[in-house]
């Protein structure tokens, strides 16, 4: 069981935070990250943690210094880890599970997702880490709005178990979008189809491109 101990101080801290300057962003950010950190990525958060990273994710929108994130192109373009999820994500996955359902039920074990973007190509691709190789859902993305992204994902593309590329029917699947609530030179703060939050944190401003090959 994770202890919380300090939870309560970070949402002190963050309600302190008044001035929308440089020096309130990075200390709401750091505190995010180290949050985030403790929910092992939203594999294990408790009710005091999702209301610390809650308020702090509002912290964070009201100070967003790019109005037009759908449309900053390249300050969206990189490699991103994602910090936290309200996902309901499990570390004990299947491969169904992180593809729509296009791929069989074979365990595995996840340890650690990524996204890869570049808006010159419209790339959007989710990387799901696990014990047992990779598993890529290959998506496409377009601006809808100031902040909007619409997404549509096409093909699971495996590494490990048994290396496939596997198309995804989205007849069976509703239309998908994403909201860039929050966006600068190395942080990011996703809302989903389903409201749920993405806290990603860039690790290369350049795309990996292996996923795209063969």
């Known amino acids: 069981m994770v202890s919380w101990r300090g939870v309560s ?26 949050i985030a950190a403790a929910t092992d990525v939203g594999f294990d958060a ?3 943690a999702v209301a610390a990273i809650k308020r702090l994710a ?17 300050l ?5 880890r ?22 069989p039920k074979t365990p595995v074990t996840v340890t650690d997702l990524w ?16 014990l047992e190789g990779s598993a890529i859902t290959l998506g496409q993305f377009k601006p809808a ?8 994902f096409t093909e699971m593309l495996v590494i490990g178990l048994g290396a496939a590329r596997v198309p995804i029917d989205n007849a069976k699947i509703p239309p998908l979008h994403s909201d860039v609530t929050y966006l600068d030179d190395d942080f990011r703060l996703n809302r989903g189809s389903y ?20």
């Open 9 to 34: 101080l970070a949402l002190d801290r963050a309600s302190r935070f008044a001035r929308r300057d440089g020096s309130m962003i990075a200390s709401v950010k750091t505190e995010l990250a180290a």
């Open 46 to 48: 408790g009710g005091e």
């Open 58 to 74: 509002g912290e964070l929108e009201a100070a967003n210094p790019t109005p037009v994130t759908a449309r900053a192109d390249s």
């Open 76 to 80: 969206m373009k990189g490699r991103w």
């Open 82 to 103: 994602l910090l936290y999820s309200s996902f309901g994500l499990q570390r004990d996955a299947t491969l169904a599970r992180l593809s729509f359902n296009a791929l």
């Open 115 to 130: 996204q890869e973007v570049d808006p010159a190509t419209g790339l959007y691709d989710n990387v799901v880490d696990h």
């Open 145 to 152: 709005g100031d902040q909007r992204l619409d997404v549509v």
């Open 195 to 214: 409201g749920n939050l993405y806290v990603l944190q860039l690790v290369e401003r350049e795309p990996a491109r292996w996923a795209r090959e063969g």
